[in-house]
């Protein structure tokens, strides 16, 4: 163990006081956890016990405060290998009981080492059970984390969280996104060539295509329809992402073009609600969404139910039990969250182009969904004979 991460624990009661506050007015008082100093963002709660380095990289929480409903987080430190981008992406974090001691071969540095070194300011020692409930009951909401030796009274406090901007409206896809294309080529023979728009994109999606033999040029947020097919892309891929998708005209003009032109269509998470809207269908924000790698979901083309990996606070509004005349031919629900009957999947049947609300990708997260990788290799497949 390096003498960084021993040093770690034994900074851990020396923490400055910190405080939680809702925007409905709801306050949990703790310690310091990460970077001492004042963020604001969008409440949410994860379910997943394992994969806090997947998930705090994830851009799609980009301006999320993440409450970790596991109570003990840290254990395994954080390596080099398993982070989703380039940076943590979440705008707080919040946890009941910190690891003192993380404990794992491939740790290079502690949780809370990490969360201070970029930046990122979070709370522990609070009852994250009370809060979660708090949430699940009202729903997600603006928050604010206010850490450090000299706090504002709580008025002040909660007056500078009910000023922070809400999710619902926000336009964030561009600010997580690359800015200049990049390729990731094929492992082994190369097979296909796939454009991916990048959304908010995790590095372990193009590794998942690569290993089916597809190179990935994976592309900014906002590539036209020209640049996607500058690629010459045997299909198109588009990612998951952060904010209200009602804002995404961008892309959903070019998954329109997509659509016109037939070209096998893969979406996930951000990309499935850019498909609903596509296809016409409406958008809306959950009360509370889905997070965490545990979430049940029926795959209705097969009666099979998978464990998932889930990171979306908005939905789309389409019927569950009927097929829907659309301007590119009939659309239906695939996918069906079993918890609550949100919509979780669509799929044309008359062109090849489906998508999920989900992270197929794994990372973290179970593997059930690998399947859907394997699907759109085969949409690829068909069109090409």
């Known amino acids: 163990m390096t ?22 007015g709801r306050t949990f008082r703790g310690r310091a956890y990460g970077a001492v100093g004042v963020t604001f963002g969008e409440a949410v709660f994860s ?16 301006r999320q ?22 940076r943590i992406w979440v705008s707080g974090y919040v946890v009941r009981d910190p690891a003192r001691v993380p404990s794992n071969w491939r740790a290079r540095r502690s949780l809370e080492e990490e969360l201070r070194s970029q930046g990122v300011v979070g709370i522990s020692g609070i009852d994250t059970r009370a809060l979660t409930r708090h949430l699940r009951e009202r729903g997600a909401m603006r928050v604010g984390i206010f850490s450090g ?37 094929a492992i082994g023979a190369k097979k296909f060539t796939v454009a991916a728009v990048d959304l908010g994109i995790k590095g372990m999606t193009p590794h998942r295509m690569a290993e089916r033999g597809i190179e990935v040029h ?20 588009f990612s998951n992402g952060p904010g209200d998708p009602a804002t995404a005209d961008g892309p959903v003009a070019v998954m329109q073009e997509v659509l016109a032109r037939k070209t096998p269509l893969f979406g996930i998470c951000f990309g499935n609600q850019i498909l609903g809207r596509a296809l016409g269908f409406g958008t809306y924000k959950l009360k509370y969404g ?11 083309t097969t009666g099979k139910v998978e464990v998932t ?39 044309l049947l008359d062109q090849p182009a489906f998508s999920v609300q989900y992270h197929p990708e794994a990372a973290a997260g179970p593997h059930d969904a690998a399947y859907l990788f394997d699907r759109f290799v085969s949409l690829m497949e068909g069109q090409r004979a």
């Open 3 to 24: 003498t960084s991460i021993q040093g770690a624990a034994s900074q851990r009661h020396k923490a400055a006081p910190a405080v939680l506050v809702l925007e409905d």
């Open 149 to 185: 030796n000299a706090l504002p009274d709580e008025g002040t406090m909660l007056a500078e969280v009910r000023q922070a901007p809400e999710m619902k409206g926000a336009s964030l896809f561009e600010e997580v996104a690359t800015k200049e294309t990049y390729v990731v080529p």
């Open 309 to 347: 990996a889930h990171n979306h606070g908005f939905a789309v509004d389409a019927p569950l039990d009927k097929v829907s005349e659309t301007p590119y031919g009939r659309a239906e629900v695939s996918h069906v969250c079993l918890n609550d009957q949100v919509v979780e999947g669509l799929h």
């Open 47 to 62: 379910t997943g016990m394992t994969g806090y380095q997947e998930t705090l990289t994830d851009p799609s929480y980009h």
């Open 218 to 237: 994976v592309l900014p947020a906002t590539a036209t329809a020209e640049d996607v097919y500058a690629v010459n892309p045997d299909g198109v891929f």
């Open 65 to 86: 405060v993440v409450v970790m409903t596991a109570p003990h987080v840290g254990n395994t430190g954080v390596n080099d290998e398993d982070p989703e981008s380039k």
């Open 290 to 300: 889905h997070r965490g790698i545990n979430q049940p979901v029926q795959d209705r």
